[in-house]
C-alpha cells in the first residue's frame, strides 16, 4: 500500500508553458538588441556620411533621431527584461524551483543582463556627442 506524498505532484504544463514564456522573451530581448546594434551602426554610418558631405541641417537632426531610435528600442528591452523577471516570481510562487531552476540565480542573470541595459545608453551618449560636435564646429 503506498503511503500519500505530502507534496503535491509537480505541473509540468506549467513549468512548460512558463518555460516556453521564458524563452519567448529571451529571444525578444535577443532580437532587439540585433535591431539597436543594427540601426545603430547605420545611422552611425549614414551620419559620417552626411558630416563629411558638408550637410550641416542633418548634422544637427540625424543624433535626435538616433537617440530617440536608441531610446525606444531601449525602452522594449527593457519590457522584455522585466517580463523575464515576473516569470521567474511566477515560477518560484507555484514552488516549481524546488524540482529545478528556471533561470539562473539572480546574481550571474543580472550580470548577464548588463549589456541589455546598458546598450541604448551607450548609444544615447555617443549621439550626445555627436550632438556636441555638431554644435562644436
Not at 5 to 30: C, F, G, I, K, M
Not at 111 to 119: E, I, M, T, V
Request: net charge neutral; aromatic share 14%.
Amino acid at each position: 500500500m503506498s503511503r500519500p506524498s505530502s507534496d503535491p505532484a509537480p505541473d509540468w504544463e506549467l513549468y512548460r508553458a512558463l518555460r516556453e514564456q521564458w524563452t519567448h522573451e529571451d529571444n525578444l530581448v535577443n532580437h532587439r538588441l540585433m535591431w539597436l546594434i543594427l540601426s545603430e551602426g547605420l545611422l552611425f554610418t549614414a551620419y559620417g556620411t552626411i558630416t563629411t558631405a558638408r550637410l550641416h541641417w542633418l548634422s544637427y537632426g540625424f543624433p535626435f533621431f538616433g537617440m530617440a531610435v536608441a531610446g525606444v528600442i531601449g525602452v522594449s528591452i527593457y519590457a522584455a527584461l522585466e517580463a523575464t523577471d515576473e516569470l521567474r516570481r511566477r515560477y518560484e510562487a507555484s514552488g516549481l524551483d524546488r524540482l529545478c531552476s528556471l533561470t539562473p540565480s539572480e546574481r550571474t542573470g543580472g550580470r548577464g543582463k548588463w549589456a541589455a541595459q546598458s546598450l541604448p545608453f551607450v548609444f544615447a551618449g555617443l549621439w550626445v556627442l555627436a550632438i556636441a560636435g555638431a554644435f562644436s564646429s
